[in-house]
């Protein structure tokens, strides 16, 4: 059975940074390199919004308006890992950050992560002002 867990949320000042990872296990490096992988966010009283994604091929990447420019997308197929590296935090990016997964997904917002099939229980992120 596939499990997605992230890790490295936390506090942080505004203008600082943090790195998410987002660990697969049950599945072997050949399955793990055929996900598409992509990172969401919920905050209090919104709904979930897609943030960052990258297509199972690794050559694709898509990110969110709002975060364009200060967050980075990396997977480490070697290590059934996924990276989001977020600078210039704001504290509009506060929110539970979630990893998912989808086979041969192509790293875009999967019809608002519905077509994602695994899911993590998510890390919270806070920034303060």
């Known amino acids: 059975q596939v499990q997605v867990v992230e890790s490295g949320g936390g506090l942080v000042q505004a203008g600082g940074s943090l790195r998410l990872s987002c660990e697969a296990s049950g599945v072997t490096f050949s399955t793990f390199s055929t996900y598409g992988l992509g990172w969401f966010r919920q905050a209090p009283g919104k709904e979930r919004e897609f943030v960052a994604g990258?297509?199972?091929?690794?050559?694709?990447?898509v990110y969110a308006d709002s975060v364009k420019g200060r967050f980075t997308i990396i997977r480490d197929d070697a290590k059934n890992t996924v990276y989001l590296s977020m600078n210039g935090l704001k504290p509009e990016d506060t929110a539970v950050y979630y990893c998912?997964?989808?086979?041969?997904?192509?790293?875009?917002?999967?019809?608002?992560?519905?077509?994602?099939?695994?899911w993590g229980q998510g890390t919270q992120v806070t920034v303060s002002s």
């Open positions: 998912a997964a989808q086979p041969y997904g192509l790293g875009d917002s999967g019809a608002a992560g519905s077509e994602y099939r695994h």
């Open positions: 990258v297509s199972w091929t690794g050559r694709g990447t």
